[in-house]
């Protein structure tokens, strides 16, 4: 959400943002709504006061045994008007918030400027990609050849871009999870967090991905959605409160089942894991304070590195341009593992920088110390990771010429010993 008094202080930096993004240009239409409701707003404070005065000219001259008729008749007249002005000023109030609502987060001045994912800047190339003596296949296909992932059954069940894992690989899915929030809470100090999957329109409107993105969710009957992520249910636990300044930052971790219809995905990644409706992630959330969010944002980014050096897989980190974020972002950098199956790095994380954006459309404040007022706060997320897809990478980079695959020293705790999967025969 959109400061009303920026845009009006200065249309000219809004429309400069909204154009980075390769927008056009908002803040004559929005500007004059507020034209149209501050009028309301005017016309309906000053007919009340009105109506109060004339009210107490009423009572004074019926005091006196005084005609009051045409005194009661302005009084009649003026709660009309009142009743037209306020419904005037909250129709234009509506209709900001429906332009706010639909306007993505401006960009930060530091954020590379470019149409799409082809302006995206690498910014360091962590580990060195395994080199292998044999041609090294893709995930599914080692994942099938070990009888342990599953496409077919999951399509019977429940259609395409879901999978069944079993055995080993289910357990090594829960493993990497269980890693994932063992390293995030015990040394990063993050808070661990079990929250709902299911949401109600204020969270999804909180967050960024209503009203604009709705059908990219998948909705249940009872008027509820199924999360995308667990950003959505973390970040909106601070909706509608005032924040002690103490206690900031709060960060949170969860891993959750998250829900995604994918509707602008048609033909992309159809084959195997990587892009599903329903996958496993665990999600970093920081509630920051303002001054201190940039620096949250590089913290964030180097939890979530950290997964990858201690399963020691190869990555790089990349920001994201203007025209590659996601709606609700000032700033995003991605972080992409090394593929060797496709010969690429892919995404993996995303952590972004919301600014102040998300806290304005939950009304989520704090503070400041020896200060009446309050302050929006700032709220940032990330991936910590993408469970599904760190499996995909695990397969790939751990894969033996046999078809088996080793398990990271890192996971073995985890996985009872286990130090090799082999087919499941």
Known sequence: MHDIKLIRDNPEAFDAGLARRGLAPASARILEIDLRRRAAQTTFQEAQSRRNDVSRQVGAVKKQGGDAQALMDEVATLKERIAVAEAEEKDAAQAIDRQLLAIPNLPAADVPEGPDETANVELRRVGTPRTFDFAPAEHDAIGEKLGLMDFPAAAKLSGARFVVLKGALARLERALGAFMLDLQTGEHGYTEVNPPFLVRDEALYGTGQLPKFGEDLFRANTGHWLIPTAEV???????????????????????????????????????????????????????????QSEAEHERMTACAEEVLKRLEIAYRVIVLCTGDMGFSARKTYDIEVWLPGQNTYREISSCSNCGDFQARRMNARFRPAGEKGTRFLHTLNGSGLAVGRTLVAVLENYQQADGSVVVPTVLRPYMGGLEVIKADV
């Open 233 to 291: 249910p973390l970040t909106n636990l601070v909706l509608g409160d005032i924040v002690d300044e103490a206690k900031l930052p709060l960060r949170m971790t969860a891993q959750t089942p998250c829900f995604r219809s994918e509707a602008g995905a048609a033909g992309k990644d159809t084959r195997g894991m990587i892009r599903m409706h329903q996958f496993t992630k665990v999600e970093l959330v920081s509630i920051a304070h303002p001054d």
